[in-house]
């Protein structure tokens, strides 16, 4: 870790250090404000006393972010476009990466502090999507191009719909249980459990099924949330340190040859479907040696069968990336993200048979597999710090989430049915490599258990829960926008 810091220059070094702490801060405040809502059933149905369910939650959240791979925090990345990412020198990649997280931490806190079980997800995307815009006005690129807006609607559909199923699937849920089991001890809340039956803990599997539920949502938080501070990070390692991070030095000679011949089965699939894919890539025309890139170099569909001719002759005998200068490392990365992002936009050409997108999928992994990785001690630090932050700052949530959401405590099988439901959306959303929200997907479930349950909501609650998850987005988009225009005003 510490050879980041070799030959930087003093106020690079140090700027380093801030914005891997600016990182680090927040996903420990992740960590506190998010994960509340994963013990908030299990503390407030006393299926485990609170110290030792956030204690438990921090280990879970910590083996999540551990075993969680990388799929997620390169959803993340990519939601800036592919012009951004290739071209970020180190004065542009610290604006951008403290306008992006200040932001985030900022509306977290405020969040946070008034108990509101608002999104770390929807904070920290609206906080990249309001720099990307930001950097769209500042270089007069048009809006339409200062975001990946496929990546965006990709994540905003997964963020807007997982709610709204948590709130079906935990209310359907419910109604099962109490289809099958009408006259169980399930359905008492922990003070009818108390005044009734003078027990203080749910019946055995019932507490059994909310502890392993619960621990069950930390782990999907942590492999979910945390690999958005892994994507965090190597954002802020690549814009300020490109020459050590922009591709995966630990490589093998395997890895880099499957690389380069997943580059020569590109050129071949895009001959075999000229007809398709001609209009797109004008492959008939003479723009085929790398002789034709320009200097300046930027993302061309039509100069794609260049590209590609470009990144075989750099990656001709090559065996480690170490052996490449730092300057050839960052141009190898260029041109694979610009391949990858331009057979991301061919796979969605009519034209195509389901099998060929298939194939085209199959490359772009190729493509990416020594672009896409995080070093384990970034994926440690993370884990570290999410797992802390668990254990800090749960009560003001773990209350709003028990009592507050519904116009009666929460019962034992509603809080079986909120979590069990969000720990199948979140790991749903994890293989898809989708960001979703634990707290919208929790609080959405135990809202629908209330409904379900004939409850009543707290009207005043769920305005605020609704305000949060309305404002949060364009919020931390503003701001961070805001702070991304002052900060580059600053550095002239």
Known sequence: MFHLFSGLEFWIGVSLVLALTFVLAFEFINGFHDTANAVATVIYTKAMPPHLAVVMSGIFNFLGVLLGGVGVAYAIVHLLPVELLINVDTGRGLVMVFAMLAAAIAWNLGTWYFGIPASSSHTLIGSILGVGLANALITDVPLADGVNWGKAMDIALSLVFSPIAGFLVAGCLLLLFKRWWPSSKMHKTPEQRKQMDSKKHPPFWNRLVLVLSAMGVSFVHGSNDGQKGIGLIMLVLIGIVPAQFVLNENSTSYQIDRTRDAATHLQAFYTRNQD???HFLALSSNRHDSSHLPEQFHCDPQLTLATIDALRKELTGVTRYQELPAAKRITVRRYLLCLDDTAKKVASLEGLD?????????????????????????????????GTGTMVGWRRVVLTVGEKIGKQGMTYAQGMSAQLTAVGAIGLANVFSLPVSTTHVLSSGVAGTMVANRSGLHGSTIRTILMAWVLTLPASMILAASLFWIGMQIAG
């Open 276 to 278: 398709a894919v001609d």
């Open 354 to 386: 389901s099998r060929d997108r298939e194939d085209l999928n199959r490359l772009r992994a190729d493509l990416t597999a020594t672009t896409e990785y995080a070093p384990f001690w970034v994926i440690v630090a993370v884990a570290l710090a999410l």
